[in-house]
């Protein structure tokens, strides 16, 4: 297909491979290829699996929540009208089994760590999954009530560790909700270092930094001294069933930071969610409406947020170390001071 059939949502949606954010250059930027041990993971209740990228095509096979299916070249569909023309090609180890749509599948890697006793300071370390989903446990303890599942790139406060009888490695977790402790496999997650969570432009002020977010076409641009420097699709605001959830326009500013957030609200089988370890997030109003990482979605340039905007975890990532407030490392949140402006328009 021609380039020239693309939209500008289209360009960004396929630029990122529905990855990452994209880098304006002079940022470095590696064009390594993103499909090396490339999983994706089935976000939602069910999808199909269709035999060319395309709602009209064939079914395949159905696929459930957390199947995770090997995700190769992306593919843009003939559906011309639809918001999203993003999909993933399946492929077993001889041949291609199908395509699925990006926007319920969650790009992930499994990568197990070799976890090590630490000293952990009295305010935790912050860590991040970084397997498909590992689920959380009441105990340090396999046998035990399984408390949360806890998915890839979310982040998480653990405050000590412990071994089992079998001397398998338990990270306790926090939950910042509940203030409960849970208890997650070692070589699950990664605790991370003050070098990748150092901010980014610190030398250019804050009041030479802006975000704008436009509505109509779904994506994010941040500004240094009036030239981008990077730009993301997202997801901001819908209208579900249980009502309308659009964001609002306006000027705002990241004045409340955290690396990570429980996000909990409302009734589950009626557009409720219950998301544990939601990364990266700044808050930009009092009634809880923030930019933030996602990990139950992956269709970005299409409205589909209770009013947050919903971001790629390492687009959310990268603006939370560029925006001010700074968070120290290992520091729970930061609020008040200097935020960076940030412009909703339609």
């Known amino acids: 297909m021609n380039n020239n059939d693309l939209s500008r949502r289209d360009f960004l949606k396929l630029s990122g491979l529905g990855l990452t954010g994209l880098f304006i250059p002079p940022l470095n930027f590696q064009f390594d290829n993103p499909f090396v041990s490339q999983q994706g993971r089935v976000t939602t209740r069910m999808i199909w699996m269709y035999d060319r990228p395309s709602v009209h095509a064939t079914p395949v096979k159905i696929c459930y929540r957390d199947m995770l299916l090997n995700i190769e070249n992306p593919a843009i ?12 090609e ?10 699925v749509h990006s926007g319920n599948i969650q790009p992930v890697k499994t990568i197990l760590n070799n976890p090590k006793f630490v000293g952990i300071p009295i305010t935790g370390l912050l860590t991040e999954v970084t397997v498909p989903y590992t689920d959380a446990y009441e105990a340090a303890d396999k046998t035990s009530k399984v408390a949360y599942r806890m998915y890839y790139e979310t982040t998480h406060w653990v405050k000590s560790i412990v071994t089992d009888s079998e001397e398998q490695i338990w990270y306790q977790v926090y939950d910042d909700k509940w203030d409960k402790y849970y208890y997650a496999r070692g070589e699950h997650v990664r605790i991370l270092t003050a070098e990748e969570l150092a901010p980014i432009s610190s030398e250019i002020p804050s009041k030479n930094k802006k975000i704008k977010i436009q509505l ?28 309308t959830y659009t964001t609002s326009k306006g000027s705002f500013v990241t004045y409340y930071k955290r690396p990570s957030r429980h996000m909990a609200a409302g009734d589950l089988a009626a557009s409720g969610f219950d998301l544990p370890g939601v990364p990266w997030v700044q808050y930009l109003t009092e009634s809880g409406v923030s930019l ?55």
């Not at 605001?237 to 009502?243: D, E, K």
């Open 77 to 88: 569909s003939d559906d011309v009208d639809a918001v999203n023309r993003l999909w993933y």
């Open 90 to 99: 399946v492929r077993t180890e001889t041949n291609i089994e199908g395509y």
């Open 216 to 243: 109509e076409d779904q994506y994010l641009i941040a500004y240094e001294y009036d030239h981008a420097v990077f730009t993301t699709p997202v997801s901001t605001g819908g209208i579900f069933l249980s009502g």
């Open 292 to 346: 933030h990482g996602t990990f139950w979605h992956n269709d970005f340039g299409h409205p589909r947020s209770h009013g947050c905007i919903n971001l790629p975890t390492s687009a959310a990532k990268w603006l939370y170390r560029w925006t001010s407030p700074q968070v120290s490392f290992n520091k729970e949140l930061s609020i008040g001071g200097v935020g960076t402006d940030v412009e909703i328009v339609l």
